[in-house]
């Protein structure tokens, strides 16, 4: 990127001078991010936040009697997590926020009845114009009571209701506006790293039953090794927690008659990831040189073990300026859908580290 402008009120074509392109590319970043590459829109949106670039929507937001509020649940920490999945999540969706003129205002709460119950609040205390929902599962009331009240919202991750296509995940037919990341076509990828690795022995590490996402990423898990014509024996179902994780890794790595065992665990998690790292050290084995290990979130903590964990990516700024975009575009008064664009599934990018490589 070239130098920044000097100071002043900062122009479209300031931006675009500072990352290096056209102002209808960085229009196109904040309006409609689906056009770009997913390296142009993060060049694009990081342009926008290092100048400051905010677009001239006064009078509009005069006519509309819009606040230019956008509410959002924040989780209680969890100190047995990798994850800051969230924290990274946040920053996006802030900076695509400040790109169309919005700012987040935030809400603390665990469980959907609190979450509900904050949201409430906020129109109340507040002239709050839209809501963006992380965490969709099966039976989610959320979308139903904003859709009742009218309040245009977006949600990040699918529905996962029982009218959901069984074995892609697919809801064509769903009222709410989401964009999700496919887990699935994730684990693919990392199953194939580690079988072009030599393995042939690979287990998965994945969340209980009842979580939609897990059985969404190990889906692919079971599809890739079948579509390499390796067996998928072992699996293992757990809480996300760094110590269970490390207990799942040690009852799969163990030998059982007639079976052998496995050379690579992919996982659904960073968090189960390094539980599965802590085993290894345990048993006297060496990740990558002895068992292949993949993450999932690639969360900061991945890039600070030995050796570094290899682990898939979620395309945060995408996902943020999407969802900024089904937002802006009900608040203008387009119907969810009504252009074909209301669902949006984004493949994360594999981070090859050398818990993976022999």
Do not use: K
């Not at 509410?71 to 209680?76: A, D, N, Q, W, Y």
């Not at 999700?180 to 590490?205: M, P, T, W």
């Not at 665990?265 to 960073?270: N, P, T, Y």
């Not at 345990?282 to 002895?290: F, H, M, N, V, Y």
């Amino acid at each position: 990127m070239r130098g920044p402008t000097a100071h002043g009120s900062v122009r479209l074509a300031d931006v675009a001078r500072h990352v290096g392109t056209s102002s209808q590319t960085i229009s196109n970043a904040l309006n409609h991010p689906e056009r770009l590459t997913a390296d142009l829109l993060e060049r694009s949106l990081a342009g926008v936040e290092e100048l400051g670039y905010r677009p001239n929507r006064s009078a509009r937001t005069l006519r509309n009697q819009r606040s230019r509020l956008i509410g959002v649940r924040v989780e209680p920490p969890r100190p047995d997590r990798a994850a800051l999945l969230l924290d990274q999540f946040l920053h996006a969706l802030a900076a695509s926020a400040a790109g169309l003129g919005y700012h987040l205002i935030l809400a603390q709460a665990a469980g959907d009845t609190a979450e509900l119950d904050a949201y409430e609040e906020l129109r109340q205390t507040t002239t709050v114009d839209a809501f963006v929902l992380s965490g969709a599962h099966r039976d989610d009331p959320r979308a139903a009571w904003l859709r009742e009240r009218g309040i245009s919202f977006a949600s990040f991750g699918r529905p996962w209701d029982t009218d959901l296509d069984p074995d892609d995940g697919s809801d064509a037919g769903s009222e709410s506006p989401w964009v999700d990341v496919d887990g699935a076509a994730g684990v693919r990828a990392a199953v194939r790293h580690v079988a072009a690795q030599g393995h042939e022995e690979i287990a998965f590490l994945g969340w209980p039953e009842e979580s939609d996402v897990g059985r969404d990423r190990r889906r692919g898990w079971a599809e890739a090794c079948h579509e390499l014509g390796l067996p998928a024996r072992r699996q293992a179902g757990v809480v996300d927690e760094f110590e269970a994780g490390r207990d799942a890794a040690h009852r799969l790595l163990h030998p059982r008659r007639g079976g052998p065992v496995p050379t690579a665990v992919v996982c659904a998690s960073d968090t189960l990831a390094l539980g599965v790292l802590r085993t290894l050290s345990e048993l006297g084995l060496r990740a990558g040189a002895d068992v292949a290990v993949t993450g999932f979130d690639n969360t900061p903590t991945a890039a600070l073990t030995t050796p570094g964990l290899t682990s898939l990516e979620q395309p945060l700024a995408a996902i943020a300026a999407e969802l900024l975009r089904l937002v802006d575009s009900q608040l203008r008064g387009d119907v969810p859908g009504s252009s074909g664009d209301a669902h949006t599934l984004l493949a994360p990018t594999l981070v090859v580290r050398g818990s993976s490589t022999r």
